[in-house]
Structure formats: structure tokens, C-alpha cells
């Protein structure tokens, strides 16, 4: 809940082409300056997975990657480039699910070396220059966003929160929706269990997955054919803390559907 | 992506406790009107399922129940109240999981009539008069949206969306997040499939959940210890259509994980 009863939501043009290298805390600070816009305490950066990976080097060109015995197989299960499948392998704990082959529509579901659970490990070749060339998430995505939100902070004296999203399917339901991989400054979960609802009864299940809605939220102003890697988000009642998106990974002992 | 670069949700306040037959969208009317909100053409109005329920009367108290020998074994497993499985299993075409007792942490995840997969089929006791009522999800939350919708039509001239939310869990993730039960004025998923990113490439898997991402937003400001069960989003950039919430459901020949 907010405390103002609204919440609103800024894309931040004149992002610049990010490279391998890029200070992108301070490419924020200088397209918002260039836009007249001012942080405030409490303000969420959110910042798209892709140019993190673009500014930490985590980009593979396909035609370096030699593919195992292994990654071919899958590759043939599931339809897929087996050099792409080899890079994703390299990126993956287990694999939750592969489409079989039969199905035409190749799908490879697997657990990240993070915990994340996701289509193609978060290996994404949309939106990259070269066309070979695929992301990778960032090694450590809560590391990333501490840095971004370091750097803001000390160069305005800001406390704001920063949040990396990436773009992921889900089971059950259509569309693609935007889930917090990163996140810094916040607690990811709003936990009010225990409060009591309007009518005096306890919330036994309202955990909410504060960092999430944020990341959805921003993800309406994020679509990849727009030059808008940045959104700001205001008027969120979040908890203050260092913070990590570890809290939003379901111990796999407990996930019904691992 | 905003045609804006701009989205702004505001709770609306004033709607007074709603009881079976209540027209929600006068209510929704007379609220705005008190607090000198004014809709635009292209405004959603995104409410919380628990008003419409109550609205429509979807209301069961669980001392008229008298559970089935099914139920009662169901609710062993799971440990819940007998009465509220038989009223679950009512709502329910089938049992996607059941957790084992064993895990003292009892989960029921159901599909449907309607095809959603969630958990109790979405029958809920938090928030409801009487410490037995328990909300059943509206019959058709798509038909609930579009009355609502053309009631401010009527009224106003204004033409908008409706969107109806539940609040759920997820695989693989911590924390609640909001959904699209049902909707109308809009297209639930942005088909941006063949349009080209910033380099060119096709996008071919960028068919985003508009309605849910619209939901999940409207969540942060609809906390249930709030009496906010109303929230109008402006600037979403979405594909006007008479619309409905059938489109956000997967084929369950096609799910992985059902």
C-alpha cells in the first residue's frame, strides 16, 4: 500500500548505447539530469537485465562456442541452435522441464546456478548488436544493483531503491510479465503477515511479492522495442533495508512444481 | 510502452463496505465524484474480485456445508477445514496438486470451471462479514468487468477498461502477486509478435500479459488491510477491444506444468 495512495511511473529516455564497461549508475544520473528529473529518497530504480549484462560483459558471441554431445541432444529435443543450448547449459543447475520434440515449439525451462527458474536460463539474443552475439543474466544480479544504487547515492545523496528485472513466461498463463532478478536498498517481500484486515481477521497469507510488483509494473513501460532500459517508480511503500532477491526463490523443497 | 512514457495509478477511497446487489459501478461513480476524480477515455479501472464477489452474492457460509466423504478425505491430506474443500472442490474442474500432510503446510492448487489455476479455486475467508462467509471468484469475471464498464459508459461517455484481480501465488516464487480474473475494454495481451527491436531483430516471444502487468501494478496500492479495493491506471498503452481474460489462459495441452 502506498502511503500516498498513488504511485507513479517514469521512463528515463536518452539511456545511450550501453557497452561491456559502462559506468551505468552514472549514465542514469546524466540522462535524468538531461531530462530535468530529480531522485528523491524512496524512489525505485528499475533497470532492465539486458543492459546490466551489455555494461558487465556478459555477452557470448554463438560463433566461439563450440557445443557438447550433450547440448546437441537437447539442442534436437527442443529445436534449438545447439551452440545457444550449450551457452545455457553453462549457465544451469537442472533442468525443470524440456519440451518434447513433437510439440514444434521448442521450450528448455531450467534452474539457474542462482535459483531462478526460467525459459532458456535468461539467455536472450533479442536487442543485441551483432547477430550472433546473446546475453547472459549478470553473474550476481543483487551485486549489480547495489553498485548502480551506491554510485546514485553518492554522487545526489539520495536512498532510493534499485530493482533489475528481467522478462520471463510463467506456467499456466499467456504473455510474458517482468519478475525482480536484482534488487538493492528494498526487502523484496512486504511482510504483513500477522497484521489484521479491515475486519479484524489475520492475514495468514499476504505475503506480497513487493519487489515483483514493481518489476511488472515497470515492465509496462519497458518494451523491448523501445529505447527505455530505465523506469522510475515513486510512491511505493516498501521496507528499507539492503535487501535481495534471494527472499523471492522458493526453497525447491517446498515448490510443488519443481 | 506508454505513448506517454507515463503511467500514474491512484486508490480510489470512499467505496463503502459492498453488500449483495450493490451496483459497484455507481459506487465506483459516486467515489470518484467525491473525491473530485475525473475518468478519461482510455483510463482502466482495476478492481479487487473480494467487491465483486460480494456484490454478486458469490458468498458461502461454511455452517450451511455439509462436506462430501471426498472432501473430508481431501481435506485430511490437506489439512483445511472439510467444509471449505467441499465448497473448493465445487469451484473445481480439476486437482493440478495436492501437498502431503507431511509438510504440515497444506496447499490445494485447482483448476477451474473457468480454466484459472490457483489456489483454493480461489474461495477466500479473509475479508468477508461473519467469521464462516468465505468469497467464491464471480462466475464470469469477464461479464462482472464489461456490466461495470458500461454502467461508467453510461454515465460518463468516458470509454474505458475494467479489469477484475485476484491475488495468487506462484511456482518457483515467493510472495503474492496480483492477476487478471476478468476484463473488458481492452486486449488482455499485447500481440507485438513480427514487430522489429531497436536492432532490427523480429521479436518472436514479446507477447506481453497487458492485463495481468495492469494487475500486478494495481496490487501495490490494494493491500487487504486497506479498504482499497479500486484503482484507476492512466497512460498504459493498450489495444481497445471488447477483450476478455480467456486469452491470459494457456491451453493445458500446452503447459508444462499442469
Known amino acids: 500500500m502506498s502511503k500516498t495512495g498513488e504511485i507513479k511511473l517514469v521512463s528515463l529516455g536518452g539511456i545511450p548505447e550501453v557497452k561491456k564497461g559502462d559506468n551505468l549508475g552514472e549514465m542514469i544520473l546524466r540522462a535524468a539530469a538531461g531530462e530535468g528529473f530529480s531522485f528523491l529518497d524512496e524512489d525505485i530504480v528499475v533497470i532492465a537485465q539486458k543492459v546490466v549484462s551489455k555494461a558487465e ?51 528448455l525451462i531450467v534452474e539457474t546456478a542462482g535459483g531462478l527458474v526460467l525459459a532458456n536460463a535468461g539467455v536472450d539474443a533479442s536487442n543485441v548488436s551483432g547477430g550472433e552475439d546473446v546475453t547472459l543474466l549478470p553473474l550476481d544480479s543483487d551485486r549489480s544493483a547495489r553498485v548502480i544504487r551506491e554510485h546514485i547515492k553518492g554522487e545526489t545523496g539520495r536512498d532510493l531503491a534499485v530493482i533489475i528485472t528481467d522478462t520471463v513466461g510463467r506456467p499456466w498463463r499467456e504473455g510474458l510479465t517482468d519478475i525482480a532478478i ?77
Not at 558471441?61 to 529445436?79: H, I, K, M, Q, W
Not at 499476504?206 to 517508480?233: F, H, N, R, W, Y
Open 57 to 107: 560483459g556478459r555477452v557470448v558471441n554463438l560463433s566461439r562456442v563450440e557445443p557438447s554431445g550433450f547440448a546437441v541432444t537437447v539442442a534436437e529435443e527442443v529445436s534449438k541452435d545447439p551452440r545457444l543450448v550449450e551457452v545455457i547449459l553453462g549457465e544451469t543447475r537442472r533442468i525443470v522441464r524440456m519440451d518434447e520434440r513433437e510439440s514444434g515449439k521448442g521450450r
Open 182 to 258: 536484482g534488487c538493492s536498498g528494498m526487502r523484496a517481500l512486504s511482510d504483513r503477515r500477522g497484521e489484521t484486515d479491515a475486519k479484524g481477521f489475520t492475514l495468514t497469507a499476504t505475503e506480497m511479492a513487493t519487489a515483483d510488483q514493481v518489476a511488472c509494473a515497470a515492465g509496462m513501460l519497458m518494451e523491448k522495442t523501445s529505447a527505455t532500459p530505465v523506469v522510475i517508480v515513486r510512491g511505493v511503500d516498501y521496507i528499507r533495508a539492503e535487501g535481495g532477491s534471494g527472499e523471492l526463490i522458493r526453497d525447491p523443497a517446498h515448490d510443488l512444481f519443481r
